[in-house]
């Protein structure tokens, strides 16, 4: 299981703030456009784009790496009432800055602060199982995959994939 924490990394995560509106779309928009990771609607708009991440219960983050926004994450409950005590997360790295450490440094930091804020695990509820990058990663963490949903995602090219519920405990 994963050990590093996300200050290890050298990268700056911060809460966002209004301000940060244009960069966290600058983040979203390839990643929705591009439709292989994100359940999102492909033509999902800019103002639909951020409602959804800054929604009500959402704590939004971003990675910054030598001050450029390489990132962004929320943390929420994943349920309410009875449900409440596990969290949920959604994370996206900037395209142009995959594979250098950001969505690791994001994960280990939504860890820590689910761990600060009393969630007692962490849930993922639809990972694409064609991204394996996130799904070995997640895996590196400690989640595991505790369900399969057949088919649940329309690839723009694979077809129809598979969806994840991965799981673990803080």
């Known amino acids: 299981m994963e050990t590093v924490s996300w200050q290890d990394t050298g990268m700056r995560i911060r809460e966002a703030v209004e301000k940060d509106a244009e960069a966290i779309w600058a983040i979203l928009e390839p990643i929705i456009r591009a439709g292989e990771t994100y359940p999102q609607p492909r033509d999902m708009d800019r103002a639909a784009a951020l409602a959804y991440w800054f929604s009500p219960?959402?704590?939004?983050?971003?990675?910054?790496?030598?001050?450029?926004?390489?990132?962004?994450?929320?943390?929420?409950?994943?349920?309410?009432g009875g449900g409440a005590h596990i969290a949920n997360c959604g994370y996206i790295t900037a395209p142009h800055a995959t594979g250098r450490g950001v969505a690791r440094a994001m994960c280990a930091h939504s860890l820590e602060r689910a761990r600060k804020r009393g969630f007692r695990a962490m849930q993922f509820?639809?990972?694409?199982?064609?991204?394996?990058?996130?799904?070995?990663?997640?895996?590196s963490f400690g989640f595991e995959i505790v369900g399969r949903l057949p088919k649940a995602f329309e690839h723009p090219t694979l077809g129809l994939v598979d969806a994840y519920v991965m799981y673990r405990q803080l």
């Open 57 to 80: 219960g959402h704590e939004v983050f971003l990675a910054e790496d030598d001050g450029e926004i390489v990132g962004t994450y929320f943390l929420k409950a994943n349920q309410k």
């Open 125 to 139: 509820n639809f990972v694409v199982s064609s991204n394996e990058r996130a799904v070995r990663l997640w895996q």
